[in-house]
Each structure stands twice: as C-alpha cells, then as structure tokens.
C-alpha cells in the first residue's frame, strides 16, 4: 500500500497547501449565492411546509460545492502532469491501476468533502439546518463526490490542454449542476422540463441529499439511490479502465 498511500498524500497536500484558492474561495462563492438569492426569495418562497427558503437552498449550495470541487481536483492534477512531463513519475512506478485510481478518486472526495462541510458551517451561522437522516446525507455525499471525481479523472486523462477542461467544465458540469434543483424545486417547472429533470442525475443527487436534511423531497431517497448508484459505479468503472488502457498516459 505504499504506492497507493504516497499518490493519495501527494494529491491532498496538492490542494491542502493553497487552501486559499481550493476551499476557502469555493465557500465564499456558495456565500455569495446563498446572501444574494435568500435576500431575495426569502420572504416570497417557501418550498417545503415550514422550511424557509434560505434552509432549502443551502443542502443545494452544499451539494454544488462538493460536485464542482471534487471535478476539479482530479481533472486540474492529472491535465496539469499531463503537460507538465511529470505524469512519468506517477506511470514509472510499479503503483497498480486500482491504486492510481483510487488514489486521486479518494483525494477528489476529500477537497468536494472539506468545500461542502465549510459551506455548511459557514451557512449554518445564517440560518439553522436540521439533519432528520444523516445517513443518507454522508451516503449522498459520499456517492456524488466519486462519480464526480470519477468525472474529473475522464476529463484529465482526456483533455490535451486546459481549454478542453473548461469546456467539459462550462459546457457539461456547470449546466448538470445549475439545473438540477440546486436554487429551486423541480415541481415549480412546466410539465415538460420536469420531465427532463428526470433525466439528470444531479437532480438525484441533490434531492437525495436534501432529504437527509429535512426528511422531505421532490422524489424518494431510494430512487434517487437507484439512479445514483449506477451512475457512480459505471463513471467508476470507465475511469478505471481508461487508466488501466492507457489512453493519452502512455505516449
């Protein structure tokens, strides 16, 4: 376990030492949407039956973080070797494909986790958020913090430059975050777009998780966990191989 250990060290104290720029900036960006759209709303939404909207949207901001910041961290590491030439220094020694992989999958939880866990207690200092079923708040968190950083691990060893990064960025995880429930309740859209919604497993996952807090949501824990599961297990799945492969590592 050596090898595995040293490469999950390593990708911690990657994001560990410049605290400023991977947390703390994140969490200041979750504040901002949390003062400007409660300031709003507050007092002209309410979602759930005896949960102020400003309790409502904080379970999305936190969830949000996690997801953006778990991407983040993997894809940023592995592109940044990539270009770098120090990627050979990862591929030379004899680390196994799991341990690779589950090297930077762990660390990517970890910076999603620390981000979501600092949007929490930072929020809780403006409104009190109830937690009905922490279970299912950390299998939440847990599950959509590896499919999101199985994401990132794909779009690092896929991307040959940062432009492409920031369009997998702009144009896949910003879109699947932002319309998934994160500031509204999918049952204040048109029939149609409900629909669609559906077909989004943020929604699930932020719903999911909001649940653990409140013991309400647009749909049941197990369904989201049905959608949830899979999705994470095949994004696991496909980074893992495409690490065992190969592809773009080996030239």
Same mark, same amino acid.
């Given at each position: 376990?050596?090898?595995?250990?040293?490469?999950?060290?390593?990708?911690?104290?990657?994001?560990?030492?410049?605290?400023?720029?991977?947390?703390?900036? *994140?969490?200041?960006?979750?504040? !901002?949407? !949390?003062?400007?759209?409660?300031?709003?709303?507050?007092?002209?939404?309410?979602?759930? *039956?005896?949960?102020?909207?400003?309790? #409502?949207?904080?379970?999305?901001?936190?969830?949000?973080?996690?997801?953006?910041?778990?991407?983040?961290?993997?894809?940023?590491?592995?592109?940044?070797?990539?270009?770098?030439?120090?990627?050979?220094?990862?591929?030379?020694? *004899?680390?196994?494909?799991?341990? #690779?992989?589950?090297?930077?999958?762990?660390?990517?939880?970890?910076?999603? !986790?620390?981000?979501?866990?600092?949007?929490?207690?930072?929020?809780?200092?403006?409104?009190?958020?109830?937690?009905?079923?922490?279970?299912?708040?950390?299998?939440?968190?847990?599950?959509?913090?590896?499919?999101?950083?199985?994401?990132?691990?794909?779009?690092?060893?896929?991307?040959?430059? #940062?432009?492409?990064?920031?369009?997998?960025?702009? #144009?896949?995880?910003?879109?699947?975050?932002?319309?998934?429930?994160?500031?509204?309740?999918?049952? %204040?859209?048109?029939?149609?777009?409900?629909?669609?919604?559906?077909?989004?497993?943020?929604?699930?996952?932020?719903?999911?998780?909001?649940?653990?807090?409140?013991?309400?949501?647009?749909? %049941?824990?197990?369904?989201?966990?049905?959608?949830?599961?899979?999705?994470?297990?095949?994004?696991?799945?496909?980074?893992?191989?495409?690490?065992?492969?190969?592809?773009?590592?080996?030239?």
């Amino acid at each position: 376990m050596t090898g595995f250990l040293t490469l999950l060290k390593k990708e911690v104290l990657r994001f560990w030492k410049v605290l400023l720029q991977t947390v703390a900036a *994140p969490i200041l960006t979750a504040l !901002l949407y !949390l003062l400007i759209f409660s300031h709003v709303l507050e007092a002209h939404v309410q979602v759930y *039956p005896g949960v102020g909207y400003t309790a #409502f949207l904080m379970p999305g901001l936190i969830m949000m973080s996690l997801l953006q910041n778990a991407f983040a961290n993997a894809s940023s590491s592995l592109i940044q070797s990539k270009i770098t030439g120090n990627i050979v220094f990862i591929l030379l020694p *004899p680390i196994s494909h799991l341990e #690779f992989f589950s090297a930077y999958l762990i660390a990517s939880m970890l910076r999603g !986790l620390a981000v979501g866990f600092g949007v929490m207690v930072v929020g809780m200092l403006f409104t009190p958020l109830p937690m009905a079923h922490p279970a299912w708040v950390l299998t939440y968190a847990l599950l959509s913090g590896a499919a999101f950083g199985a994401i990132g691990i794909l779009a690092g060893i896929w991307a040959d430059k #940062f432009d492409h990064l920031s369009g997998v960025q702009n #144009f896949v995880i910003m879109p699947l975050t932002f319309l998934s429930g994160v500031f509204y309740s999918i049952h %204040s859209l048109p029939v149609f777009w409900q629909t669609v919604s559906h077909f989004n497993p943020v929604f699930y996952m932020i719903d999911g998780f909001r649940y653990g807090f409140f013991g309400m949501a647009d749909v %049941s824990p197990w369904q989201g966990l049905a959608a949830v599961l899979p999705c994470t297990l095949v994004l696991a799945g496909a980074a893992w191989w495409m690490i065992r492969s190969g592809y773009k590592l080996r030239h």
